[in-house]
């Protein structure tokens, strides 16, 4: 099968490679989708901290955020997955170690991640296999454009409910990137009154063009009482704000990661009354997030900008924007395109 390949920082190609087979416990999908996240890129440029950790090493195939159709199942697995439609949780754990067995296998010390971490390869190919309990079935309704933004949308969901937003609440999300918008969206349908700071115009123009108004630079942020902020920057000096800009006894979320170490004065966070909370994983918000799109609660389909295919991930990654690519902020791979 065809599959992309990364080989070393800005070194990949598309390389014919052997066709997963299902082994026992695991299934082998077809992908639809695939989404490139953030983190893809930092694996291009070198910079993702699992590789200087001894998390990852290259040659490695990478892709997370996917959907696709089962096409085999192994040994032990019900025949019942195989033609149904699925996405898949990233974070593998071990099965047996204590946070596994309390359901937190998300932060399993031994844990694999699709296309990230213990050397599981990911879903830039034409087929993936994952472990049948890794897998979620998606309705009809939930398509693969939906499917691959299930596991995005996990990560914000959980940052939402974190954040304890109730009806009439006022949330300020930082970052209008994929997960910053897709956090905006479960905020907005949650009945909160959302506000977005940014630094780009045409990302907060994209913003106020999906309906959030109230959409800001640092500079402009208007002096409001925010009831919770969430934190979905790459800027080090945000997370320190978030919490300068919080009400007392509010909340703040941070489910996004800068490239270098961010500080926070814990006195602030005592005296203010401040929960803080850190967001890691989609895994236990992924079937939330299905029903979410499944019932059109939240509809994330704009933020898709371009579908390529797997030669074209190379120059995505590099920072290249597809021709004729629309104004959101994700690119989506099939990787059946020729």
């Known amino acids: 099968m065809r599959a992309f390949v990364l080989s070393a920082p800005g070194e990949c190609s598309v390389q014919d490679v052997p066709a997963p087979v299902a082994v026992p416990g695991e299934v082998v999908v077809d992908v639809e989708r695939v989404g490139v996240c953030g983190t893809d890129v930092e694996f291009f440029t070198g910079e993702m901290a699992y590789l200087h950790e001894g998390h990852s090493s290259y040659p490695m195939r990478l892709g997370h955020e996917w959907s696709g159709r089962v096409a085999a199942v192994g040994d032990g697995v ?54 049948a309990s890794s897998l979620h079935a998606l309705p009809d309704s939930v398509d693969a454009v939906l499917g691959a933004l299930v596991e995005p949308g996990g990560n914000s969901l959980r940052a939402v409910q974190a954040a304890g937003l109730r009806a009439g ?66 800027a080090a000096h945000l997370p320190a704000l978030a919490l300068d800009l919080v009400e007392p006894a509010g909340r703040v979320v941070y489910v996004g990661l800068a490239g270098r170490p961010s500080r926070v004065d814990t006195r602030t966070l005592a005296l203010k009354d401040v929960t803080a909370v850190g967001i890691l994983s989609a895994s236990p918000g992924l079937d939330d997030t299905i029903a979410a799109y499944a019932d059109g609660a939240v509809d994330p389909r704009p933020l898709v ?20 690519a629309r104004p959101g902020p994700k690119i989506h791979v099939d990787p059946r395109r020729g």
């Open 169 to 234: 609440d006022r949330a300020l999300v930082l970052g209008p990137g994929t997960i910053g918008l897709l956090v905006a969206m479960f905020a907005r349908a949650a009945g909160a009154e959302v506000h977005l700071m940014g630094r780009g115009e045409n990302s907060l123009a994209f913003a106020r063009s999906l309906g959030f108004e109230h959409s800001w630079t640092e500079d402009t942020l208007p002096a409001l009482p925010f009831d919770a902020v969430i934190d979905a920057s790459n």
């Open 78 to 131: 019900d025949r019942a997955w195989v033609g149904r439609r699925v996405m898949g949780d990233t974070m593998l754990g071990d099965g047996v170690c204590r946070r596994c067995r309390k359901g937190q296998q998300h932060v399993c010390e031994h844990r694999q991640e699709v296309g990230i971490r213990g050397g599981r390869p990911g879903a830039l190919a034409e087929q993936l296999a994952v472990p």
């Open 305 to 324: 900008a371009a579908t390529v295919g797997l030669e074209q991930v190379g120059a995505v990654l590099a920072g290249e924007r597809p021709e004729g």
